[in-house]
């Protein structure tokens, strides 16, 4: 885990989640990268600084770019969702944008795929 020279060491909070969620999933975990010695950068310790955090997250982001399931690992965070850490290359914000543009598109999809039915005025 990254620090600055002048903060002790924090503890990693990773939800049970995690651990559990790849476990049951299937064969694409056993191939990820950040399961090896990395875990520590994909969650945030409490009280991380803001600098410290997207030092971090870029550290993980790096782990993810040379990962072999990164869409397998990203598809499965948006599909849970996971709401922490980073996963597939994405924090939770960025999962949470790509949600918010998924359901848009969705959205815009249903309406183009539906017939319009004209409305009739009624004669008075």
Same mark, same amino acid.
């Given at each position: 885990?990254?620090?600055? *020279?002048?903060?002790?060491? $924090?503890?990693? %909070? %990773?939800? &049970? $989640?995690? +651990?559990? @969620?790849?476990? $049951?999933?299937?064969?694409?975990?056993?191939? =990820? %990268? !950040? #399961?090896?010695?990395? @875990?520590?950068?994909?969650? =945030?310790?409490?009280?991380?600084?803001?600098?410290? #955090?997207? &030092? /971090?997250?870029?550290?993980?982001?790096?782990? !993810?770019? /040379? !990962?072999? +399931?990164? +869409?397998? !690992?990203?598809?499965?965070?948006?599909?849970? *969702?996971? *709401?922490?850490?980073?996963?597939?290359?994405?924090?939770?914000?960025?999962? /949470?944008?790509?949600?918010?543009?998924? /359901?848009?598109?969705?959205?815009?999809? $249903?309406?183009?795929?539906?017939? @319009?039915?004209?409305?009739? =005025?009624? =004669?008075?």
């Amino acid at each position: 885990m990254l620090q600055t *020279p002048h903060q002790p060491p $924090q503890a990693a %909070v %990773v939800p &049970s $989640q995690r +651990v559990t @969620a790849r476990d $049951q999933d299937g064969p694409w975990h056993s191939e =990820a %990268v !950040c #399961r090896r010695d990395e @875990a520590g950068l994909f969650f =945030a310790p409490s009280k991380e600084p803001t600098a410290a #955090r997207l &030092s /971090r997250e870029e550290a993980a982001k790096r782990v !993810c770019a /040379r !990962c072999p +399931v990164l +869409v397998e !690992c990203r598809e499965h965070a948006l599909l849970q *969702p996971e *709401p922490y850490g980073v996963w597939g290359g994405l924090t939770a914000a960025e999962r /949470r944008v790509v949600l918010a543009r998924r /359901r848009r598109r969705d959205a815009e999809l $249903q309406k183009t795929a539906r017939p @319009a039915i004209p409305h009739i =005025a009624a =004669a008075g």
